[in-house]
Structures are given as C-alpha cells and as structure tokens.
C-alpha cells in the first residue's frame, strides 16, 4: 500500500486553510491567482516565498494601499476584502499592510517570515512614500513579528482588533 505524502504546496494551502478559515468569513481575501496576480501588479515584492526545493515552506502577502484605505479596515468600515478590491493599480502607496505569513511548522524559528518581509518592505518602500504599516494578527507570532518588523523599518504600525 502506498501512502501519499502531501506536497509543501498542498501543506501550505492546507495551513492557510487552517489559519484563516476563509470559507467561513467572506470579509477575507480568498487567495487565489487572480488575487496573486493583482498583488504582483501593485508591486511585485507583494508576494514572496521560500522554496527549499520540495515546494513553499514560507509565503508572504502584503498589500500596498493608501492611508485613507487603511484608516477604513482599521475602524472596521472597510472589509480585508473590499480594502484590496478598492486598492488600484499606480497610485502612490502610502501605507503597507501586512497581510499574511505562514511558515509550514517544522521551518518556523528561523527567521524565514522576518527575513522575507522585512525584504519585501524594503522594496516597497523604495518605491512608495510608505508612512504606515497596518496588520490584523490571527496569533500572538504573527503580532510580535509586525511589531518588531515595524522598529526594525521605523515605521508605525496600526493594528486592527
């Protein structure tokens, strides 16, 4: 009998699955390649990944939008849903919003999400005038990290409750 091992990639969606429980709260963004792809048109470092070969063991998302558009999300006016439908495509980004970062677990404590965000911030930053980050934390890690994140690139963080 041959037992199938799941891929990362089917580990990582899984996990997402896990974390997130999109299909039971519309007001997330759904990812999907569609999502993917206007992510990458907004800037290319607004999806990052570690493979080690074998497939992702990490994946970043971030979404580059403006102030106004996160003061929205952040008073609950706004969805995570309808914060990147209303994001459009070449305007100046003055805020930054750390989405999500999922580690599969046996690669978490390595720095992996820290290294891949803290890049793909740098990137954008270059350039947009990013003047806020902005993180709705699913866990204590994914808090801490936005947190320190944010010292690191000296810039203020808001978070959403």
């Known amino acids: ?3 199938h091992k799941r891929s990362n990639y089917e580990r990582m ?3 997402a699955e896990q974390v997130f429980d999109v299909r039971n709260d519309p007001d997330q963004l759904d990812v999907d390649q569609d999502v993917l792809y206007k992510l990458e048109s907004l800037h290319p470092a607004s999806v990052s990944e570690e493979d080690n070969g074998e497939g992702p063991v990490a994946w970043v998302l971030l979404i580059p ?3 106004a558009l996160m003061e929205a999300f952040i008073k609950g006016d706004i969805s995570e849903r309808e914060l990147f439908l209303r994001t459009e495509q070449g305007l100046p980004y003055d ?3 750390l989405c999500s970062a999922l580690v599969l677990d046996e690669f978490r404590k390595r720095g992996i999400a820290s290294r891949l965000t803290r890049s793909a ?3 954008i930053a270059k350039d947009h005038p990013i003047n806020k980050l902005f993180v709705w934390p699913f866990s204590k890690e994914g808090l801490e990290l936005a947190q320190k994140l944010s010292e690191e690139a000296g810039i203020p963080i808001e978070v959403k409750k």
């Open 65 to 67: 939008t403006t102030c």
């Open 1 to 3: 009998m041959t037992v």
């Open 13 to 15: 969606i899984a996990l």
């Open 95 to 97: 805020a930054l919003y």
């Open 121 to 123: 911030i740098q990137s």
